[in-house]
């Protein structure tokens, strides 16, 4: 004998009504995960964290600025001072291929850039001279770097910068030729430790 089987009523609505949720959800998706963002933006806890996330996957290697149009800087009279005290000029690096980034411990670009600056410095530290100029005190300075691990030269100013060199916008990096040729000047957040970074900071370092 054929047996009929028939949905109790109640199943069947709330089968209906789960279909209709699901339609709503798919539909206001987008909406939905741009609320999280905002959410999450709006919560201290998390907003640092997933600006810094974000600029490290819209980061990518600078370009280098091209031949003839490189600024040539001729004054490197500039008094820095690293987080022990000692007071260092920018004068002594006159010569040799230098990197100068400005960073700050409260910027999420800067903080983005970091490891790949760290990666770079770590190869590069005695081949070329490293002046991360930061805008902190030495003691949140030296407490950012031992909190991430991270080696880097810190420098606090103690005079004005050339005027090549001055800037309003972190993070700011300059990479300066022998010849004292700016050869790259990149604002934001950068994949500094990239094969053709490399390539160029090698070639730098062998004219």
């Known amino acids: 004998m054929t047996r009929y089987y ?12 789960n279909t209709a949720t699901m339609k709503f959800l798919k539909k206001q998706y987008g909406n939905i995960i741009f609320a999280l963002l905002i959410l999450l933006l709006l919560i201290p806890q998390t907003r640092m964290p997933l600006q810094v996330f ?12 091209a031949a003839d149009k490189r600024p040539l800087l001729t004054d490197y009279n500039w008094q820095l001072q690293n987080l022990r005290g000692d007071v260092k000029n920018l004068k002594e690096a006159a010569g040799k291929v230098v990197l100068v980034n400005y960073w700050a411990t409260w910027c999420p670009p ?31 300075n030296l407490a950012f770097l031992s909190r991430k691990g991270y080696t880097l030269p810190v420098y606090l100013e103690r005079s004005a910068a050339p005027s090549l060199l001055q800037t309003t916008s972190l993070p700011t990096t300059f990479i300066i030729s022998k010849q ?13 430790n ?3 970074m490399r390539s160029l900071i090698d070639r730098l370092i062998n004219e």
Request: aromatic share 10%; glycine share 4%; charged share 30%.
């Open 6 to 17: 028939w949905m109790p009523l109640k199943t069947t609505k709330q089968m209906n009504k």
């Open 54 to 65: 974000v600029q490290r996957l819209i980061a990518s290697s600078p370009k280098e600025i």
């Open 110 to 140: 800067c903080i983005a850039e970091m490891p790949s600056l760290q990666k770079l410095y770590t190869d590069y530290k005695d081949k070329i001279d490293f002046y991360f100029v930061g805008s902190d005190s030495p003691e949140i």
């Open 180 to 192: 004292g040729r700016i050869v790259v000047q990149k604002t934001g957040a950068a994949e500094w």
């Open 194 to 196: 990239s094969d053709k």
